[in-house]
């Protein structure tokens, strides 16, 4: 779901998405690399290589 908003350009809400998705499995390395994407994309740069290093 978070690939899918975050493809239409809704990025607040695929962040909540991923943020739900790893609340449930820490572990999702993937989700971790789409959010620190968007977070990137974002300008926001500590919390886009935070995500990184989980991933």
């Not at 607040?12 to 943020?19: G, N, P, S, V």
């Not at 994309?41 to 290093?53: M, N, P, S, T, V």
Request: glycine share 6%; hydrophobic share 35%; aromatic share 8%.
């Amino acid at each position: 779901m978070g690939d899918l908003l975050k493809q239409r350009n809704k990025l607040d809400e695929a962040i909540k998405c991923y943020q739900k998705t790893l609340a449930i499995k820490p572990d999702f390395k993937s989700v971790y690399r789409s959010l620190g994407d968007i977070l990137m994309a974002q300008g926001k740069e500590i919390e886009a290589k935070q995500c990184y290093q989980r991933a």
